[in-house]
């Protein structure tokens, strides 16, 4: 065994060995400290696990193939309250009124249309402008917070549809809906990045910007569909996440960038762009609420949950550094 | 002709352009309302920015050294937190300096982790702004802080007092810019940091101390930071554990919106306060008006990248990106 060879496996399947620290730590931490007689890893509480992972999974699973493309898009949290209000409004629309419940169907597209418009315009200024997308996305997670709030002001915007609620309510062998969502979004965005021309084009313009212009690879619709691609999942997870709730407040969403963000390094993909995958990124994700879930399990309170996440995103990157050859070089300078 | 003559119209506004939309919205600030240009207004629009003006002073040495702060806006609620809770410990003499000691430990704990590990600013300061906010929650027990005897402290005076008829945030806020301005521009110090922000590796091979002055700029942020926290306590003498949420990102952009690039190595403290006046003036504007708080997201998104943009566009000569 070859100290190359684990130092790969190490850094690409870490986000999973921890995943397994945290089972196992959960499992026996809960035999002491739980309230509940229920197992930490009961099939129930693990089901749960993944349902409530959905929102921020379908966002994350967008973040990746943004970021490999080496963007960032810090407005997906004011699309998804966008998004929301969309779905939620346009049920009550008298335009709609004759169709009974095909209405959800009409609803949910006007919803999904809206992410992809709002995505695309990230792209569109991206592309054409040629400014950074940390700053164009900056303004746009303002000015889009910005049209959340012109639609109804500081008021909720709520509808309850019954059709709807049950719908989300469902299971599929067993399994939620949002984890049927999140489970075929993170196939589907793994085979693109996989197997299509665009996937390989996304990785090699975030490797190196230069050579993939000097390939003739056109940078910029690229670009234009991986955001037109956040937009579109950040709204997939409003329609999840709001079709249960049935109420948008207007400052829903906020912070969910940071979240993301984070399970998506802690998956392993890099800033700088060119590497990462869907299949860490989901690692990341299910790491997190892991963590949430299991710290509640405990008995500890929501604020040792963002200091122990916190710490683990700077160990994580230290430990990534170490691993990194590029890295530890750098170290040494 | 055309060519060059577009190029120095594109040159003229690249340089001035912040300035000439700071006056563009004065004016038509001015002409839509006659309070707006009024000494109390523009005293009160100034005292309201002092906040997040001081976040920004710091937070542009931290982009002009090539990286990122995050965690501005959990490390104020963090300042405002102990400083509140020490005041009724310790008393006011002795709890300023410690809390100013505290928030400077988190700064240094960063300017360690970006400055001498080289880890990636962004996601250190994303995770610090996590941890910092447990570590707030954690030191509060999640209960709002409240100072006991409010009329019996000296405590106010840093957030409600007057010197000379001008409001003590006011004086912080411009004291603090001079001196920041002062050692940016003409100290070797000042030179450094644009230096490791331009070109870190040149930097690093004049031998100019990069990890160092990354370090350093980290504690002028934290001390912005604690000096913020300390306004914002003493202003409401009272406080929630989330009142610097949010703030980080509207910091920085005031930061952007003064001309500061993200790649590090440009920026001034004087650009920084126009930006940061910007937007206290667009917000003061449209509530004289009458127009709803939230049409100010939108024109500081339309703003920000318009700002942005020019200032590319002059670097390249062309309007559009060819990509």
Redesign the interface.
């Known amino acids: 065994m070859n100290s190359e060879f684990i130092k790969r496996n190490l850094s690409t399947s870490a986000i999973w060995l921890f995943i397994v620290v945290e089972l196992i730590f959960f499992s026996v931490a809960g035999q002491y400290l739980s309230l509940t007689d229920v197992a930490f890893m009961d099939g129930g509480n693990m089901l749960l696990l993944l349902k409530q992972s959905a929102p921020i999974g379908i966002i994350a699973v967008g973040m990746t193939i943004v970021m490999v493309n080496g963007n960032i898009d810090l407005s997906v949290g004011a699309i998804f309250a966008m998004a929301g209000i969309i779905l939620l409004d346009s049920l009550s629309w008298s335009i709609f009124s004759g169709i009974g419940d095909w209405v959800i169907v009409v609803s949910v597209l006007l919803a999904l249309t809206t992410g992809v418009l709002l995505g695309a315009l990230n792209g569109l200024i991206v592309w054409k402008t040629g400014v950074d997308a940390f700053i164009v996305t900056l303004g746009s997670m303002l000015g889009y917070r910005g049209l959340v709030f012109m639609f109804n002001g500081e008021n909720p915007t709520s509808n309850l549809n019954w059709t709807l609620v049950d719908l989300a309510e469902a299971r599929f062998l067993g399994v939620h809906t949002a984890t049927w969502v999140f489970g075929l979004t993170v196939l589907i965005v793994w085979l693109i990045t996989r197997y299509t021309v665009h996937g390989r084009n996304a990785y090699a313009i975030g490797d190196n910007r230069n050579a993939a212009v000097n390939a003739g690879i056109r940078v910029g619709p690229h670009m234009l569909i991986n955001f037109a691609l956040i937009g579109f999942l950040a709204a997939l997870s409003a329609v999840v996440f709001y079709a249960g709730s049935g109420s948008v407040n207007p400052n829903d969403g906020m912070l969910y960038e940071l979240w993301v963000i984070t399970a998506v390094v802690l998956g392993g993909t890099k800033l700088a762009g060119g590497s990462g995958s869907i299949i860490g990124t989901l690692g990341g994700v299910i790491a997190i609420q892991l963590l949430r879930t299991g710290l509640g399990y405990i008995g500890a309170d929501t604020s040792t949950v963002n200091l122990v996440l916190g710490l683990i995103l700077i160990v994580v990157l230290f430990i990534d550094r170490q691993l990194n050859v590029k890295g530890a070089q750098e170290l040494k300078v | 002709m055309a060519n060059l003559a577009r190029k120095r119209i594109l040159t003229v506004m690249g340089n001035q352009g912040i300035l000439i939309a700071f006056v563009v919205f004065m004016v038509i600030f001015a002409l839509a309302s006659p309070k707006f240009l009024s000494l109390d207004n523009l005293q009160s629009v100034v005292r309201s920015s002092a906040i997040l003006g001081v976040m920004a002073l710091g937070v542009t040495f931290v982009v002009i050294s090539g990286n990122l702060d ?1 965690s501005v806006g959990s490390m104020m609620s963090f300042s405002t937190i102990v400083v509140l809770d020490l005041h009724d410990k310790l008393g006011p003499s002795l709890a300023i300096p410690t809390m100013y000691l505290m928030t400077l430990g988190l700064g240094g704990t960063i300017g360690f ?1 970006v400055g001498y ?4 600013s ?3 300061t ?13 030191y509060s027990g ?1 209960k709002n802080m409240d100072i006991d005897d409010k009329a019996g402290t000296w405590f106010s005076f840093f957030g409600q007092g007057e010197i000379l008829g001008l409001p003590v945030p006011i004086i912080l806020f411009v004291a603090l810019a001079a001196f920041l301005g002062v050692l940016l521009a003409k100290t070797p110090f000042g030179r450094k940091v644009y230096a490791v922000g331009g070109n870190s590796t040149a930097a ?1 091979f004049s031998g100019i101390p990069r990890a160092r002055t990354v370090f350093t700029c980290y504690l002028i942020s934290a001390f912005c930071v604690a000096t913020a926290g300390l306004i914002q306590a003493s202003r409401s003498m009272g406080s929630q554990n989330t009142v610097g ?2 703030l980080e ?1 509207e910091v ?2 005031a930061v ?1 919106l003064g001309g500061a690039s ?1 790649l590090g190595g440009s920026g001034t403290v004087l650009k920084t306060v126009i930006g940061v006046l910007i937007l206290g003036f667009i917000q003061n504007g449209l509530l004289l008006i009458g127009w ?1 708080f ?5 024109i ?3 703003i ?2 318009l700002a ?2 020019l200032d ?1 566009s002059v670097k ?1 000569g062309k309007f ?2 060819t ?1």
Do not use: D, E, F, K
Request: no cysteine.
């Open positions: 995050l982790l590990l080289r880890l990636n962004l996601i250190v994303l995770g610090m702004l996590s941890a910092i906010h447990g570590l707030t929650l954690t999640g690093s949420q949010g990102l920085l952009a952007i993200l709803p939230y049409i100010q997201y939108v500081t998104w339309i920000i990248i942005v943009w590319i390249r559009w990106a990509i």
